[in-house]
């Protein structure tokens, strides 16, 4: 609950303004309240403006990506940047292509990438993008077309001292090089540090693809140890989703000794109490890019059942939800509670509704917000843009040693700021209050732009 008078008139405003904007209201209210516990001993920012000019993006740019099916049928998507803060840096954030997406899902994650950006010590601000286009069941053909179409528009609005966008949700290697190509094409520039993700052969970051999985699970490695001590070893462990995220978030709690027994996509989800088969998982969504439901059929033992949300109450010691916003609602959270979850770990962005965050921090579990678990994606971005910067590639081994040590330098960073406000282990508390000081006092410092 929000009682700050400072804090509670912002977002009175923010409300009355952007009050259709659902998930945007309900990441701005996350923030603010973990805010109340700092905002007194800051009366500068209000004389300011600080925060509403924190809770404005910078830029907001809406546009039409009209675009030929192979039929010979025009099309029309509309696409989306959100420049939100560039306080610290470029703006920097991904490109979700996905029929969910809306302007209020973009400022949403834009307004988090700004605080996940700063958690990760990194020189970037804050932007998200994207449109409510759907790859799936698209030809090569349409998806290349889409994309050239899409960067058309976008092209003129980025660089890679302005704006740098990636892949997220709909988005992956093959889509980011249709758009740097056709970047590209209309600059008469190889900038490679206007979009990362790229392939290998024209500046892409080796471990860039594994980034966010990895990073989440050494995330979650540093605070089981920290706050638990204990660690994956011989955890059962659930991974909602079935994308890049969680794919690679499967392998590494693997690798590091946990069980992973079900996994998801948009239709159901599938248990295997032998502990998922990730060579035939990977065959089936990188290279047939199939249902998750296929896994049942072809691993004998697993089960496959409709319905996504139906995950959560399969038993666990671990929960790695990665598959979507507001994936997890009140009962999800109880039905981990009740069946003896120690830890629940954000690898997608905010996919805990409020009320599912009560309940699992009511019951004393570990919790870290998506912002601080999930941001080894975009730091690894990062990771590509000095290596781009530099123009040397660096080894896999490298990129993930620096990764490893970001994210337990952002565990550290969330745990200490717990502290300081008085709730030591409160990691969303400890996440949204570090990463907003860093922004707020680079604001401070460039005056009222």
């Known amino acids: 609950m929000i009682t700050n008078e400072y804090l509670k008139r912002v977002y009175d405003d923010v409300t009355r303004r952007d009050g259709h904007e659902a998930e945007f209201l309900q990441a701005v209210r996350e923030v603010f309240e973990s805010l109340e516990l700092v905002i007194d001993k800051h009366p500068e920012w209000e004389q300011a403006g600080l925060l509403e000019r924190f809770v404005e993006p910078e830029r907001v740019i809406e546009f039409r990506v009209p675009w030929v099916d192979d039929s010979g049928a025009v099309r029309v998507n509309r696409g989306y940047r959100v420049q939100f803060n560039s306080a610290i840096g470029p703006y920097k954030g991904g490109l979700r292509f996905h029929p969910s997406v809306t302007l209020s899902v973009i400022k949403f994650l834009g307004f988090e990438q700004t605080l996940k950006n700063s958690l990760t010590t990194l020189p970037m601000g804050g932007g998200k ?138 239709q159901g989800y599938v248990y295997d109490p032998k502990g998922i088969d ?23 033992g697993s089960e496959y059942h409709e319905g996504c949300k139906g995950i959560w109450n399969v038993k666990c010691d671990i929960a790695l939800p990665c598959a979507s916003q507001n994936e997890m609602d009140a009962d999800g959270a109880k039905a981990l509670v009740a069946n003896g979850c120690i830890g629940v770990f954000e690898g997608a962005n905010m996919p805990l509704t409020p009320e599912a ?92 732009v």
């Open 278 to 300: 990730l060579d035939v998982l990977f065959d089936i969504k990188q290279n047939r890019r199939a249902r998750i439901s296929v896994y049942a059929q072809e691993v004998p």
């Open 357 to 448: 965050i009560a309940v699992v921090q009511g019951a004393g579990l570990l919790y870290s917000p998506g912002k601080a678990s999930n941001a080894g994606g975009v730091a690894t971005s990062g990771l590509e843009m000095t290596q781009n910067s530099m123009r040397l590639s660096w080894s896999f081994e490298e990129v993930d040693e620096r990764l490893h040590t970001i994210m337990t330098n952002i565990y550290q960073a969330c745990y200490d700021a717990s502290v300081e406000c008085g709730k030591p282990g409160d990691l969303m508390v400890g996440a949204n209050v570090a990463g907003f000081l860093k922004v707020a006092e680079a604001m401070m410092a460039q005056g009222i």
């Open 129 to 266: 993008g994207g449109s409510d286009f759907d790859p799936k069941g698209k030809s090569e053909g349409e998806i290349m077309r889409f994309c050239q179409s899409f960067m058309t528009e976008l092209y003129r609005h980025i660089g890679q001292f302005t704006d740098t966008p990636a892949g997220d949700i709909g988005v992956g290697g093959r889509e980011v090089a249709y758009m740097y190509g056709q970047y590209k094409r209309i600059v008469d520039r190889f900038e490679a540090g206007v979009l990362t993700g790229k392939g290998l052969t024209f500046g892409g970051s080796l471990a860039r693809t594994q980034a966010t999985g990895y990073g989440l699970c050494y995330y979650a490695a540093e605070a089981l140890k920290h706050l638990k001590g204990t660690s994956f070893e011989g955890k059962t462990v659930i991974v909602s989703g079935s994308g890049n995220v969680a794919q690679y978030a499967a392998e590494k709690c693997t690798q590091l000794g946990g069980k992973v027994v079900a996994m998801s996509d948009s």
